[in-house]
């Protein structure tokens, strides 16, 4: 069984900094897409950040410049550094992952169980 463990998440004041860790355990044969995603009260979720397994990155707008992802294959765990944080980023963080369970098998999703980030003075 695979799990998604975020951690990191807290309550910062406008202009900090927080690093949001997610580590996939389990059986494991490869994992291609790793992401962040986010969703505020009252609102959708969004996209934050992904990198594949070769390490491209994609970000959205509100965040380029602000924000890092980075992963370490060998543990399977992707990281967001964020920088900056304004009350905007205030949200609930969620990790997503496209794994592979068996080198014969195509990737599945999995979410993790977020982690809150609140921004405040």
């Known amino acids: 069984q695979v799990q998604l463990v975020e951690s990191g998440g807290g309550l910062v004041q406008p202009g900090g900094s927080l690093r949001l860790s997610c580590a996939a355990s389990g059986s494991i044969f490869s994992i291609n897409v790793m992401g962040w995603y986010r969703q505020a009260p009252g609102k959708q979720r969004e996209l934050v950040a992904t990198?594949?397994?070769?390490?491209?990155?994609n970000y959205a707008d509100s965040v380029k410049g602000r924000f890092t992802i980075s992963r370490d294959n060998a543990k399977n765990t992707v990281y967001l550094q964020m920088n900056s944080l304004k009350p905007e980023d205030t949200a609930a963080y969620y990790c997503k992952s496209h794994i592979q369970l068996k080198p014969w098998q195509p990737s599945e999703i999995y979410w993790g169980q977020g982690t809150q980030v609140t921004v405040s003075s």
């Open positions: 990198i594949i397994r070769g390490g491209s990155t």
